[in-house]
């Protein structure tokens, strides 16, 4: 066996997850680079429309942009997670330096920090 494993008792299928977060990344881009694209010039709201058809298109733009802030969270984690398992830390959190249980990883693959670190809202 020329491959050691570092990690004992987590039997996770790491090019499975790499293939599955940069699947999720790719959709992501594809779906952020879409919602932040400029409005065509003066199509979507027209004087001529009543007000109300206005206000309900302005709505629907403010929530298409809450929905690209929170891919971008998404897109960053995903990011983390690629390089933690270019570096070989994955699995590993950021903060502590503990072992992110097996369990986490398979609910939420792009975790970087454990399940305490993650809940007290450390910095970074
Ligand atoms: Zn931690």
């Known amino acids: ?25 790719g959709e992501i881009r594809a779906r952020g680079a879409d919602l932040k694209r400029p409005p065509e010039r003066g199509a979507a709201i027209g004087f001529g429309k ?48 503990e072992e992110i249980p097996a369990g986490r990883l398979k609910i939420a693959p792009e975790s970087s920090h454990c399940v305490s670190c993650a809940g007290s809202a450390t910095p970074g």
């Open 1 to 25: 066996m020329a491959q050691s494993e570092p990690r004992g008792g987590a039997d996770l299928d790491l090019e499975a997850i790499e293939s599955e977060m940069r699947e999720r990344l």
């Open 50 to 97: 009543r007000i109300g058809d206005g206000t309900s298109e302005a709505i629907g733009r403010l929530t298409e942009v809450g929905v690209a802030d929170s891919l971008d969270a998404i897109e960053e984690r995903l990011e983390r997670a690629l390089a933690k398992l270019a570096e070989g830390t994955y699995g590993v959190c950021d903060s502590c330096g």
